[in-house]
């Protein structure tokens, strides 16, 4: 019974009540493998591993395993890196507990979502939401999956429940306004945030998304106010400096928005998105500084292995870049943009440009293939980018 009590408050998020009724229990009784592995669970989320070990280690003393002891040996397994072995027993109280854990299956999910197993992970965390449909976190993360899978609107119910089960979750206010962005409905997305904020006031992920939002609104001037204050309450954080100079940018101060790229990277607190800025500032210069910009686009291309757009840009300036060899800056061009299209092989920009480049090597039957293959992926909204395919097709008759 006080097993049963104590799972019951840690579903429902009463984790004080948890630990409270688990610690009273172990003074009555130090050896109450209830409470050890509540205890234990709960140093696990606390990220107190050696804690959970220890509390493991008691509750499973004489070897007796369950379905709760193999939950937090696969947590502590993750923890260490042995994805392998977390799968293992994971997978191990799928097949055997009775009833069903609902944790196994998030847990597995977890796992397969990290190794970018999209399909499997939708397959656990559905099977865990199925399972238990009142817990907001398991929601939370079938929706983040089916976005990656690109399932929108089967993501937006499982957002809704999620903030319905827990609206004190800032996550799940910003993942639900990115996906409403990326539907066109901008006036939700806002509300959807302010909302969020009356009830957490103040949060910056909150802040931060809403200033993304306003922004693409075109309300410049509350997006600029939230960028600096956030940049003055969080002057180590790289994310909330480079919204600040984004903003800068945006609104014409290119200098300032140098300045805080810069200040970064003396800092060693460069990112992806800083390296971008400086590079694009550098560009918009008169006369532009080619060179710096494409130190830092390479910069940002190393601080982020996964993004094809700073290695687009850069193939794109240096097919556009007049001075030095033609062959060299061309191949080196081709190059970059290889890179950009293995980073993302779905994007047609890239390959555009990759085919742009091709056409200025004289290489026109390869140019061509490239521009027909870009008509095939560009999606029916991006006219003018298959209007640029169009036209190179034409062009090269």
Not at 48 to 65: C, I, M, S
Not at 223 to 248: C, E, H, I, T, Y
Not at 273 to 294: F, R
């Amino acid at each position: 019974m006080t097993t049963q009590s104590m799972q019951a408050l840690l579903k429902a998020g009463e984790v004080d009540k948890a630990r409270a009724l688990a610690e009273s229990a172990l003074k009555q009784n130090k050896d109450d493998r209830g409470a050890l592995l509540t205890l234990a669970k709960l140093a696990s989320v606390d990220g107190d591993w050696a804690r959970a070990e220890e509390l493991l280690q008691r509750a499973t003393k004489g070897g007796v395993e369950d379905a709760d002891s193999r939950l937090v040996k696969a947590a502590l397994a993750t923890e260490r890196g042995d994805t392998d072995g977390a799968q293992a027993l994971y997978t191990q109280v799928i097949r055997e507990a009775k009833p069903p854990r609902a944790e196994a299956h998030f847990g597995l999910g977890y796992l397969l979502a990290a190794k970018e197993d999209f399909a499997g992970a939708r397959k656990a965390f559905e099977k865990a939401v199925e399972l238990e449909p009142e817990m907001a976190a398991y929601r939370f993360h079938l929706a983040r999956i089916l976005l990656a899978l690109e399932e929108l609107k089967l993501a937006l119910p499982q957002l809704e429940k999620s903030l319905e089960l827990n609206p004190l979750n800032p996550p799940t206010y910003v993942i639900w306004s990115v996906v409403l962005q990326q539907l066109g409905e901008m006036e939700t997305a806002e509300n959807l945030l302010r909302q969020g904020l009356k009830l957490i006031p103040d949060h910056p992920e909150l802040l931060n998304q809403l200033g993304a939002v306003l922004a693409a609104r075109g309300n410049v001037a509350e997006s600029f106010s939230l960028a600096k204050r956030l940049a003055v309450q969080f002057p180590d954080d790289a994310s909330m400096q480079g919204n600040l100079a984004r903003m800068m940018m945006a609104t014409g101060h290119r200098q300032e928005a140098l300045d805080v790229c810069r200040s970064l990277a003396h800092r060693g607190l460069s990112t992806a998105q800083t390296k971008s800025i400086e590079a694009m500032v550098l560009e918009s210069m008169e006369p532009p500084d080619v060179e710096g910009a494409v130190t830092a686009w390479r910069e940002a291309m190393d601080l982020d292995p996964d993004d094809w757009a700073c290695a687009n840009n850069l193939g794109n300036l240096l097919m556009r870049w007049e001075e030095g060899n033609a062959d060299e800056r061309l191949t080196a061009a081709s190059e970059i943009l290889m890179e950009a299209i293995r980073r993302a092989p779905s994007r047609a920009e890239p390959l555009l440009n990759l085919a742009l480049v091709t056409a200025r090597k004289g290489e026109t039957l390869k140019a061509k293939a490239m521009a027909r293959q870009v008509l095939k992926m560009a999606p029916a909204g991006e006219k003018e980018l298959r209007e640029q395919a169009e036209r190179l097709i034409k062009t090269l008759g």
